[in-house]
């Protein structure tokens, strides 16, 4: 009874709060500024949760997270002390995708741009493939499998200069693009099934079930490896997830036919706002169909950022880290950091109100 009031309470005042800022934004353009901090402070998760096309926010952390536990203790040293950087930052791609020309591309790859069985014959290499396609199909496809290569190199170098900002940086990039590759549906053009009238199942196979289901897995995994071919390694990742796109849209197409329209979807409350969501009886369904898959492409993403991780210090030939564990942000970074983050919930609202509009 009381959680019920102070529920309400809470609902009441965002409403409250929303609608007395949406009035000043009319007016005051530092009211803009004001917004942003109160949908940061008050909304992350619920902004995350209904911004299509990506892992989840919270899957892409927790995936950066884990993958710090596999290090050897010579990269712990430095990665754990900066555990919350490499954490919060794994969305700092998808941050971008609205804001830097060439961002979007790095997320995915439409198999099916390319023909039958594209993944086993596409050029392994980007330079290869840029002499068989030219860059602005490449670009227009996806290029997923090449940019986590490309990272992979990035990541070695910064290891050789001993730079902490720039391996930090690149670390929280890579294990993105090493997420996102892992993710059955962006591997096609069908991205969120809207061309098999699915539309939402990217949301809901990325986000909804981790939001449901996460604390069921199993993401215990071992000691990062070294893996000699990382290129073939990136191409076996979007390989497997392809395979499992059958199965992403014919089980959600099975439970839709095993379930009346009306319960397939419910209404809940996020943080005070109600929105339309795929019902828990819908969602523990097609859980129980996919047989653990959402937890399998978890935990192949979680064991090849870490070993990912782990090849590039190798490969820069093991520098101590030890010395950059006490590397910290100065003020100026962090600022601009800050500064970043509000723009791009600037964006974000611009974004969705157009859309509702
Ligand atoms: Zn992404």
Redesign the pocket.
Known sequence: MLSKSILQNFRFKTYRIIFCVSEVFKHKKWAVKSIFIFLFLLGAPFIGYNSPF??GFWA?QRINRLAVFSLPPEMQVFFKKHLNYLTENAVN??KR?YAVVGEAPR?YIDAEAYGDSALYKLPLYWNEAVKKYGEDTLALNGTVPWAIQQYKSQLTEAFRQRNPQRILRVAADLG??IA?ANVPLHTTRNYNGQLTGQEGIHAFWETRLPELYAEEYDMFLGSAEYEKKTALRAWQAVRQANAALDSVLQFEKNASLQMKPELKYALEDRNGVVIKTYSREFAKKYHQMLDRQVERQMRASVKMVSDFWFTCWVDAGQPDLGPLASFEWDKAEKEQEEKEKQNWFQRLFKVRSENEN
Do not use: L, Q, T
């Open positions: 990506i892992w892409h791609p998808d995708r997320h993105h693009y996102d």
